[in-house]
């Protein structure tokens, strides 16, 4: 919630999210840092959204079809733990 507040200006309620992953990523020197991936079910007036220099570069409404023809096309980052959008939405609630 304190990332989408300074990096898209926007206020995420706590009780519309739902950690979908957590992963503790760890290579041959040991563990480094932490990677929580949530989803949160909100309305959000994408005119209110406030891109962080340097932070963000894009905010806008998309499609899963959308979104894995972005990742497809390395549009999309999803820092390998996702290889579409089915795999972030797997588990979560509809």
């Known amino acids: 919630m304190k990332e989408a507040k300074e990096e898209l200006g926007t206020i995420l ?3 519309n999210g739902q950690m979908i992953k957590h992963r503790l990523p760890c290579g041959n020197v040991g563990c480094h840092g932490l990677i929580d991936v ?7 007036d994408i005119s209110t959204v406030v891109l962080a220099p340097d932070e ?4 806008m409404w998309v499609s899963r079809d959308e979104i894995n023809r972005m990742i497809d096309e390395g549009a999309f980052a999803t820092g390998g733990l996702f290889t ?4 972030l939405f ?3 609630l509809d």
């Open 84 to 87: 579409c959008i089915d795999d």
């Open 90 to 92: 797997e588990g979560t």
């Open 13 to 15: 309620e706590p009780q």
């Open 38 to 44: 949530w989803l949160f079910r909100q309305n959000v």
């Open 56 to 59: 963000t570069s894009n905010a």
